[in-house]
């Protein structure tokens, strides 16, 4: 019953570095996103996923890697992080098909998960 | 450009009054929006969403108002509790990929 969940809560890492953040939800959801949330920016999406092996750009995608071999999980990579990406991490699902959808992906709730927090000195 | 704003930063409140929590937007093509509530440390929560064929929708003590003349989208919070302090989000879709985010207000409730 757990949800959804990112791992890990809380991570420091240096310039240069690759970090993986993890993010697994438990409702088989078909659409995954990951946003970041900066003060003065709100949320903004960087990537998103429609199913399995189906994955889009958002509004902020540089720098980013996403993957997602299983519905489940829908791992977040910084290939080389850098300190603009000093932030929080969000990652949230949602069910177009369930039964109070409104008929697109994004008519109806996201399920959003506790956050990364991130640090890249 | 597109934009999702907050009139307010930061609204203060006594326990027991009603708040309002107001959003405007610039994109007349959005078809629907949604109010979120962020409580610290946690992630955003779906609080209720509207259509833009809507004019009013009303949840448990709350209630969204969209007027798409003025471009504006108020959430209001009846009979503000101290569980009810959080920051609070309106986001639109414009019937793209993406849903776009305001700033957020901060909501804070006095005893």
């Known amino acids: 019953d757990a949800g959804i969940t990112q791992s890990p809560r809380y991570k420091i890492t240096e310039t240069g570095r690759q970090v993986t953040l993890m993010c697994h939800q438990t409702?088989?959801?078909?659409?995954m996103f990951w946003y970041r949330q900066d003060l003065g920016h709100g949320l903004r999406l960087i990537y998103y996923s429609a199913a399995a092996d189906i994955t889009d750009k958002g509004e902020v995608p540089d720098g980013y890697v996403v993957s997602r071999s299983k519905t489940e999980n829908f791992p977040l990579t910084l290939e080389s992080a850098t300190r603009s990406q000093t932030s929080v991490y969000f990652c949230?699902?949602?069910?177009?098909?369930?039964?109070?959808?409104?008929?697109?992906?994004?008519?109806?709730?996201?399920?959003f998960g506790p956050g990364t927090r991130l640090t890249v000195l | 450009g597109e934009s999702v704003g907050l009139h307010l930063p930061t609204l203060s409140v006594q326990e027991g009054d009603n708040s309002i929590i107001n959003c405007a937007y610039s994109?007349?093509?959005?078809?629907?929006f949604i109010w979120y509530k962020q409580e610290s440390g946690k992630g955003p929560q779906f609080i209720i969403d509207i259509r833009s064929n809507m004019d009013k929708r009303q949840g448990q003590r709350v209630t969204v108002l969209l007027n798409k003349t003025v471009k504006h989208l108020s959430l209001q919070i009846a009979a503000t509790q101290p569980g009810d302090s959080a920051v609070y989000f309106c986001?639109?879709?414009?019937?793209?990929?993406?849903?776009?985010f305001g700033t957020g207000t901060r909501l804070q409730v006095f005893p």
């Open positions: 986001a639109e879709n414009k019937g793209t990929d993406k849903l776009i």
């Open positions: 994109n007349s093509a959005s078809d629907y």
């Open positions: 949230a699902s949602s069910d177009p098909f369930g039964a109070t959808s409104g008929g697109t992906y994004l008519d109806n709730e996201q399920f």
């Open positions: 409702w088989s959801h078909s659409y």
